[in-house]
């Protein structure tokens, strides 16, 4: 974990995130939180994770999801050298969510 990630705030928005149970709930909290263009930058991302687990080309990616290379990039790198998260959570997933 990124130690200049790590603080109270930090802590109490993720427990606020796992306090939540419905995906209504999900919408209700991050539209409030995010600007639409900030959650659409993440779930875009979380989109790109999936399909570099795929092994989908970057050719594929940039035309189904509009990232650019250098987005796809940076999330395969997340994916090769970063904290495991993306895997952990496309692993947990079910496989029709994905």
């Known amino acids: 974990m990124n130690q200049k990630l790590k603080n109270a705030a930090v802590d109490r928005l ?3 995130v796992l306090c ?3 995906r209504e709930e ?3 909290f991050f539209e409030d939180l995010c600007t ?4 659409l ?3 875009q991302r979380f989109e790109v994770a999936s399909m570099l687990k ?3 080309t970057y050719l594929e ?3 189904k999801t509009g990232a650019s290379t250098a987005t796809i ?3 395969n790198r997340s994916l090769n050298y970063g904290n495991d998260g993306y895997d952990l959570v496309l692993e947990r997933l079910p496989k029709d969510t994905q």
Not at 36 to 39: A, G, M, Q, S
């Open 14 to 16: 993720f427990d606020a």
């Open 20 to 22: 939540l149970n419905t």
């Open 26 to 28: 999900c919408y209700n």
């Open 36 to 39: 639409v263009n900030e959650l």
């Open 41 to 43: 930058s993440l779930s």
């Open 54 to 56: 795929d092994k989908r």
């Open 61 to 63: 990616i940039a035309d």
């Open 73 to 75: 990039s940076r999330v």
